[in-house]
């Protein structure tokens, strides 16, 4: 199995402010590496795949980048409705894993 | 706009059997797409149990391949779940999504909303 880590696991932030989050594989994925953003009772949402490229409809705030083991998600300006817990997920094995998440919460 | 709904008993026995269906609609269930559950226990993360394609071709989880059965009924464009020998750790919110994409460029871009299915006797 990849497995996938995730830091910080969570962060307190205000409006306004640059979130990164960060995600590692245990081997080199290439860039088949998704970002999901989850709100509480809802269902995960598809933000970033392969790694850097913006999902539909997503706003352009989000932004995905690196490759192999290394992989970033910042929000440039964190809003309101960002707050939510962010998974990434690594589809370069068909043994799909995800990483155990980042909660993002209001400072 | 495709859309999918979980559908199945909210509450199983230990040692029983979890069935799960999910309906597809606004799109062909024999498109060029995997179909996946993925289920979360609560208050913890998110775990893939296994995919489909329309064919009848299936990939599951190492964890729970002995206990997973994924099908397919293109009739009524839809794809189900079976559990078995569940124990409360099976006790999740189960999520099916349509798995977009070709060779390992793929991610989830559908959800359904899910259902939450406790066991317990």
């Known amino acids: 199995d990849i497995q996938m880590t995730q830091s910080p696991s969570s962060l307190s932030a205000s409006v306004g402010d640059r979130v990164t989050i960060t995600c590692r594989a245990s081997?080199?994925?290439?860039?088949?590496l998704n970002w999901y953003q989850q709100k509480p009772g809802k269902a995960p949402k598809l933000l970033i795949y392969?790694?850097?490229s913006l999902q539909s409809g997503v706003p352009s705030r989000f932004s995905g980048s690196g490759s192999g083991t290394d992989f970033t998600l910042t929000i440039s300006s964190l809003q309101p409705e960002d707050f939510a817990t962010y998974y990434c997920q690594q589809s370069y094995s068909t043994q799909f894993t995800f990483g155990p998440g980042t909660k993002v919460d209001i400072k | 706009q495709v859309q999918l709904q979980e559908s199945g008993p909210g509450l199983v026995k230990p040692s029983g059997t979890l069935s799960l269906t999910c309906a597809v609609s606004?799109?062909?269930?024999?498109?060029?797409?995997?179909w996946s559950w993925v289920r979360q226990p609560p208050g913890k993360g998110l775990e893939w149990i296994g995919e489909?394609?329309?064919?009848?071709?299936?990939n599951y989880n190492p964890s729970l391949k002995s206990r997973v059965t994924i099908s397919v009924d293109k009739s009524k464009n839809q794809f189900s779940l079976k559990l078995s020998s569940v124990t409360a750790a099976d006790t999740a919110v189960y999520y099916c999504?349509?798995?977009?994409?070709?060779?390992?460029?793929?991610?989830?871009?559908?959800w359904g909303q899910g259902t939450l299915v406790t066991v317990s006797s």
């Open positions: 999504a349509r798995d977009h994409g070709y060779n390992q460029k793929r991610s989830f871009d559908y």
């Open positions: 606004g799109g062909s269930i024999s498109s060029s797409n995997w």
């Open positions: 392969a790694a850097s």
């Open positions: 081997q080199s994925i290439s860039s088949y």
């Open positions: 489909i394609y329309h064919s009848g071709s299936t």
